[in-house]
């Protein structure tokens, strides 16, 4: 039986994804896709440097994460070496920071981290992991599922939700985690996917 970890020792409780943390590729100014067969300008972040786009991830973090909080990242934190990851999480004031692995992290570096999470705070249960998914572990009994990977290019499945700071920016204004509120929020009016037997009343 996978148990959910509870996180009720945290004051709160925030969710993000994709950061991409120094990925150059990533911002406007500095991009050398060719936008044309690359997604578009939708594909690319509206900053005009590398370092305007990380000043304001770090802000959008320190701006709502306190120091006795929890943040939990779905992946994808930096880009361009082991050390840019080392230079964010380490300008963050939030120091309860866990991370699940996603595609661009560091094989040699990450290998200790989890793919998956099961989580708890204040009897809300719910999945994150990089990916997004048609079912998780109790999804048809309410758990909830936060992803990322995407870059707010796919709504999701059932009651799960796109985490990533592309989705922050797109709802919010600003490039910044979700609040274990707001992810609640956004999936309760989501309704399940309810896959073969299982319902809600199924084990």
């Known amino acids: 039986m996978i148990k959910f970890e509870s996180l009720n020792e945290y004051n709160d409780v925030w969710l993000t994804s994709d950061t991409h943390y120094s990925h150059k590729n990533i911002v406007r100014g500095t991009t050398t896709w060719d936008l044309k067969h690359h997604g578009g300008i939708h594909s690319v972040r ?37 050390g840019e990851y080392y230079n964010f999480v380490n300008k963050l004031n939030c120091k309860n920071f866990i991370h699940l692995r996603g595609n661009h992290c560091h094989q040699k570096e990450h290998s200790h981290l989890r793919d998956i ?4 705070f204040k009897g809300f249960k719910f999945v994150a992991m990089h990916y997004p998914a048609l079912v998780w572990h109790q999804s048809h009994k309410n758990a909830r599922l936060a992803f990322g990977h995407v870059h707010d290019s796919n709504p999701g499945v059932g009651k799960s939700q796109d ?12 490039y910044r985690p979700f609040n274990w509120t707001e992810f609640r929020d956004l999936t309760d009016i989501k309704k399940a996917y ?8 199924t084990n």
């Open 194 to 201: 309810l896959e073969s037997h299982h319902n809600s009343k």
């Open 117 to 120: 999470g099961y989580y708890q």
């Open 163 to 174: 985490v990533g700071v592309d989705v922050a920016k797109r709802l919010y204004g600003e």
């Open 46 to 82: 509206d900053f005009e440097t590398v370092e305007e786009m990380n000043n304001q991830l770090v802000k959008g973090v320190n701006d709502y994460v306190k120091e006795n909080d929890v943040l939990i990242h779905c992946g994808d934190v930096s880009f361009a070496g082991i």
